[in-house]
């Protein structure tokens, strides 16, 4: 099996997030391997485990994301594909992140392609969609449970909360969700055997793309964060008093009885 899985390097969202120049502000913040992508890149690890193959796990992004990727062959992934853009454009989307994806796997002869559901920043979970429309072949998302036999594929997904099962074949795309595997955390030799396996740096040069072929197709006009919470109030008193209250509190002030 040839698989590839879509990394997305991602601030944590743990972090406390603060706003400078209409950008989110990076400085200082942690990042880490978007979590729905550590499902997928546990998910590819035991599928080569147990039919063969190779695992590709690719990014794109800037050198940092080295980090992350490093991460991932610690884990168990094969090698790692950092597609480098930081120099040669100033915007991105989901559109320019899926054409490039889409560009370098078009002749990669993928049989799998595991992505996450979403991004926890971004956030708009287009770009796997989007890849395989690009690749022309079959995608389901949310995917919680993945079985292949031959070139057949039975997969169950999440339709908020309940569950879907679908048959399709590979070649094939999924985006992982919550609840597929439980993601390993590297080990030392992981770690060590890491250090060693290829780490191939592209940039869109080898991929025959011009800046105006990935031009991001929309513009992002602002950027805030939700406004403060009020603190909350307790009401005291006996019950009759507080119900009173609260009636009172919910028609004049809340105004929504
Ligand atoms: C140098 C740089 C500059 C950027 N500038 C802008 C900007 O100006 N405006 C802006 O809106 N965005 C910008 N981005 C963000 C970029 O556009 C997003 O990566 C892209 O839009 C993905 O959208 P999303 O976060 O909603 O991902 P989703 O679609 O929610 O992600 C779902 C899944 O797609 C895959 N995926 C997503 N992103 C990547 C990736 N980069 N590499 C590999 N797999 C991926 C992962 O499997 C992920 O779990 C920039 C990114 C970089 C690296």
């Given at each position: 099996?040839?698989?590839?899985?879509?990394?997305?390097?991602?601030?944590?969202?743990?972090?406390?997030?603060?706003?400078?120049?209409?950008?989110?502000?990076?400085?200082?913040?942690?990042?880490?391997?978007n979590?729905?992508?550590?499902?997928?890149?546990?998910?590819?690890?035991?599928i080569?485990?147990?039919?063969?193959?190779?695992?590709?796990?690719?990014?794109?992004g800037?050198?940092e994301?080295?980090?992350?990727?490093?991460?991932?062959?610690?884990?168990?992934?094969?090698?790692?594909?950092?597609?480098?853009?930081?120099?040669?454009?100033?915007?991105?989307?989901?559109?320019?992140?899926?054409?490039?994806?889409?560009?370098?796997?078009?002749?990669?002869?993928?049989?799998?392609?595991?992505?996450?559901n979403?991004?926890?920043?971004?956030?708009?979970g287009?770009?796997?969609?989007?890849?395989?429309?690009?690749?022309?072949?079959?995608?389901?998302?949310?995917?919680t449970?993945?079985?292949?036999?031959?070139?057949?594929?039975?997969?169950?997904?999440?339709?908020?909360?309940?569950?879907?099962?679908?048959?399709?074949?590979?070649?094939?795309l999924?985006?992982?969700?919550?609840?597929?595997?439980?993601?390993?955390?590297p080990?030392?030799?992981?770690?060590?055997?890491?250090?060693?396996?290829?780490?191939?740096?592209?940039?869109?040069d080898?991929?025959?793309?011009?800046?105006?072929?990935?031009?991001?197709?929309t513009?992002?006009?602002?950027?805030?964060?939700?406004?403060?919470?009020?603190?909350?109030?307790?009401?005291?008193?006996?019950?009759?008093?507080?119900?009173?209250?609260?009636?009172?509190?919910?028609?004049?002030?809340a105004?929504v009885?």
């Amino acid at each position: 099996m040839n698989i590839f899985v879509l990394m997305k390097r991602t601030f944590d969202t743990e972090e406390r997030i603060s706003i400078a120049g209409g950008k989110i502000n990076e400085d200082g913040a942690e990042f880490i391997i978007n979590p729905y992508d550590e499902y997928a890149i546990e998910e590819a690890i035991q599928i080569r485990d147990s039919k063969g193959g190779e695992v590709t796990v690719v990014t794109v992004g800037n050198e940092e994301a080295e980090k992350q990727l490093r991460t991932a062959l610690a884990m168990g992934a094969d090698k790692g594909v950092l597609i480098n853009i930081e120099d040669e454009l100033e915007d991105s989307d989901q559109y320019t992140t899926a054409k490039i994806l889409a560009e370098y796997l078009k002749d990669k002869e993928a049989d799998l392609i595991i992505g996450g559901n979403v991004a926890i920043d971004g956030g708009s979970g287009q770009v796997g969609p989007r890849v395989a429309e690009l690749l022309q072949i079959p995608y389901v998302t949310t995917i919680t449970k993945l079985e292949i036999d031959g070139s057949e594929v039975t997969i169950v997904r999440d339709v908020e909360g309940d569950s879907e099962v679908i048959q399709t074949s590979l070649p094939l795309l999924v985006t992982a969700q919550q609840g597929l595997n439980e993601p390993r955390y590297p080990s030392l030799p992981g770690i060590m055997k890491a250090k060693k396996k290829p780490l191939d740096e592209l940039e869109l040069d080898d991929l025959d793309l011009e800046e105006d072929d990935v031009e991001a197709k929309t513009k992002t006009i602002e950027i805030f964060l939700p406004a403060e919470k009020e603190a909350g109030r307790v009401l005291e008193g006996d019950l009759s008093a507080q119900v009173k209250e609260l009636v009172d509190l919910l028609h004049n002030e809340a105004k929504v009885v």
